[in-house]
């Protein structure tokens, strides 16, 4: 990869991954850092006409075809947006990417992992994060927010809490697998407390990496 940094943000629904995207974008930007603030699945034109299919409760997926879509659309968000920010040295700050798929489509619905991650390293090209932010949540907490939050719930938000207990379980495991890369933070602290922390493993990847401001 270049001279940018890539940053993932990721946990079960309602874990305040858009709270604390939008604070760490806002927050890196008054420093003077060139940031991208993007999602999965999405973030671009075409990944996001994707996205609603995908989302949409009102289609039947099949798990399989479920994979590949999320893959296209992966695909297609690194070769567009994320490898070429990457490369000009920009931070970018992700809402969910790989390890997404892994934890809804490999341990929530059971999928085999391994042509799983087979099929993701072809659509990231081998693009991995430098952070990844876990932001652990118990899911009915998650749940109570969605609901409090009146937004409709998409196909996948409408899974069971036997599926959505699993999801949080392989994150959990991957945080254990990367604790290099995965940090985990408990999404019941303060919106506030939880930025900080966020804040300060960023910094660190930034001292690491050696990331320049582009603006005063
Ligand atoms: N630390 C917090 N404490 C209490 N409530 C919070 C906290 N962080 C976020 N919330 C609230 O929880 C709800 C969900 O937050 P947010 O939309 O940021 O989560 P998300 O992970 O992006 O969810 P989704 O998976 O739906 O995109 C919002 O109403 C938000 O204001
Ligand atoms: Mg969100």
Same mark, same amino acid.
């Given at each position: %990869?270049?001279?940018?940094?890539? =940053?993932?943000? /990721?946990?079960?629904?309602?874990?305040?991954?858009?709270?604390?995207?939008?604070?760490?974008?806002?927050?890196?930007?008054?420093?003077?850092?060139?940031?991208?603030?993007?999602?999965?699945?999405?973030?671009?034109?075409?990944? /996001?006409?994707?996205?609603? =299919?995908?989302?949409?409760?009102?289609?039947?997926? *099949?798990?399989?075809? /479920?994979?590949?879509?999320?893959?296209?659309?992966?695909?297609?968000?690194?070769?567009?947006?994320?490898?070429?920010?990457?490369?000009?040295?920009?931070?970018?700050?992700?809402?969910?990417?790989?390890?997404?798929?892994?934890?809804?489509?490999?341990?929530? #619905?059971?999928?085999? %992992?391994? %042509?799983?991650?087979?099929?993701?390293?072809?659509?990231?090209?081998?693009?991995?994060?430098?952070?990844?932010?876990?932001?652990?949540?118990?899911?009915?907490?998650?749940?109570?927010?969605?609901?409090?939050? *009146?937004?409709?719930?998409?196909?996948?938000?409408?899974?069971?809490?036997?599926?959505?207990?699993?999801?949080?379980?392989?994150?959990?495991?991957?945080?254990?697998?990367?604790?290099?890369?995965?940090?985990?933070?408990?999404?019941?602290?303060?919106?506030?407390?939880?930025? /900080?922390?966020?804040?300060?493993?960023?910094?660190?990847?930034? #001292?690491?990496?050696?990331?320049?401001? *582009?603006?005063?």
């Amino acid at each position: %990869m270049g001279r940018g940094i890539f =940053i993932t943000l /990721e946990g079960p629904d309602g874990g305040g991954k858009s709270t604390q995207a939008q604070k760490l974008y806002k927050y890196l930007r008054n420093k003077g850092y060139s940031v991208i603030r993007t999602r999965e699945p999405g973030g671009t034109k075409v990944a /996001e006409k994707l996205r609603s =299919i995908l989302l949409d409760a009102g289609n039947k997926i *099949s798990s399989l075809a /479920e994979i590949f879509l999320y893959e296209a659309i992966r695909a297609q968000h690194v070769q567009e947006l994320i490898k070429p920010a990457v490369d000009e040295g920009k931070i970018i700050i992700c809402e969910r990417f790989s390890d997404a798929t892994f934890a809804y489509q490999g341990y929530g #619905r059971g999928k085999d %992992m391994n %042509m799983i991650k087979k099929l993701d390293s072809v659509a990231t090209d081998g693009v991995i994060p430098h952070l990844t932010i876990l932001r652990d949540i118990p899911p009915k907490t998650g749940k109570i927010r969605l609901v409090n939050s *009146s937004k409709k719930q998409d196909r996948i938000e409408q899974e069971n809490i036997a599926f959505h207990k699993r999801v949080r379980e392989g994150y959990l495991e991957l945080a254990r697998k990367y604790p290099g890369r995965i940090k985990i933070i408990s999404a019941l602290g303060s919106k506030q407390d939880i930025h /900080e922390k966020i804040a300060g493993y960023v910094e660190e990847v930034i #001292r690491r990496n050696r990331i320049k401001r *582009s603006r005063k």
